[in-house]
Structure formats: C-alpha cells, structure tokens
C-alpha cells in the first residue's frame, strides 16, 4: 500500500469510526424481531429496470440492459453501518449460483446517518481496508456503482421506479435527524441494505427490510424461484 492510500484508508477510518459510535446500536435489531417475514411483494406487471441509465465509479453510465436473463439483488449499501458486514455473504451468494445466473448491483448512498461518506473513487478502498476489511474485494460479477439517492428530492429514477413498484417493509423510518434527505414519502427506503429482487426480465418482484437477511438464508428461497421461472 502506498503512502497516498495509506493516508486515505486512515482519515476514512476515523470518519467512519465517529459514524459508526453513533449508529450501531441504531441499526441493530432487538434480539425479538423475527427479520424473515420483512418483506414485501412488488406489483405485477410488466415494467422493468433495463431502460434506466446508471453512472458508475468512474463517471461513465451504461444502461441495465445488460442483464437481462440474470436474476438481480439491487442494495442501496454504505460502508459505515451495521449492516456492512452483509458484504461478506454476498460473493458466496454470487458463487453459489454460478456467478452467471445471479449476481448482486449495489448503490452506495450517503442519506442514511452519513454512513457513506467517501467519494466514488474512495468506496472501494473503504471496504477493502476498513469495514468489511481484512482485504475484501467485491466478486468479479457484482457491480457497486456509483453513489446515488435512494429518497427526496434528487432520488434517482431508478429507486424511485423500484419504490413505487414494491410497497414499503416497515411503516417506521428512521429518526428525522438521521435521514439526510427531504422530503420523506411513505414508500421510502428505510436504512441502508434494503434489497429489491428482480427477475430474469428485469421486474421488481420482491423487496426486503434490512434486517431480512440471516447470512442471505431468507432470500434464498425467492431467488431459487425466479431462477426457476422461464425467461
């Protein structure tokens, strides 16, 4: 590691560790919740995901069209929550499909707590250096994309198209002083890792609460079934 890097995984470091002090017990679920039954099933009808353009890290866009015949988990992700440490199921998710039938697209989003604070450029060794850490590097297959807005007024076009298709999996948000966005609408996203499946298609079929997660176990079952389906 160089010492430009050096210094750059160092201050993302201490931003996300004053991120963090303030948000895992916010994030974390009572030992109670039954995180299984937190999910919700998207409309049926035929409109899809393959016509949104994206930008990614690099400030280039493509569009979605790419995928078409794999089944998709689209995860608005940070690099500072609770929840980061999802990031280590998801390559074993990916391969254990084959890494051709299904893969992952994240979308870093800073909107939630400040919990992605890096640049586009930035993201990537965040995760490799400090959380997940230990040297994690995405599986060749997934995409992280650029950062967008999930919710408010610049949300992007594709989340609002994937929230107005799959009803909300809790009517609770965060605190108001947590979510960085306005205004705040009824089917918003409501923390980060939230997870839309989409089928072969590219139609919104199933949306997942953070916490509907277990290792991926509970959306294992609804992945094998659209992996199932014709294309």
Known sequence: MDAATSLLITALAHAGSHVLQHSVMRDNPTASEDPSGRYSVCKSNNQTIFNFMIEQRNG?????????????????????CYYTAQY????GLIDSYGGDRFTILAFPCNQFYLQEPGSNKEILDGLKYVRPGGGWEPHPKMTIFG?????????????????????????QLGKK???????????DISWNFEKILVDKKGRPRYRFHPTAWKD?????????????EPL
């Open 88 to 91: 280590l199921d998801f390559n």
């Open 60 to 80: 280039s866009f493509i569009d979605l069209h790419s995928y078409r015949g794999q089944v998709l988990l689209i995860v608005n992700v940070a690099t500072y």
């Open 147 to 171: 950062k967008v807005d999930v919710n408010g007024e610049n949300q992007h076009a594709l989340y609002e198209f994937l929230k107005n298709q799959c009803p909300p999996t809790t009517q």
């Open 216 to 228: 991926g176990a509970v959306v294992r079952k609804y992945i094998d079934e659209l992996l199932n």
């Open 177 to 187: 002083e947590e979510l960085m966005y306005s205004p705040m609408r009824v089917n």
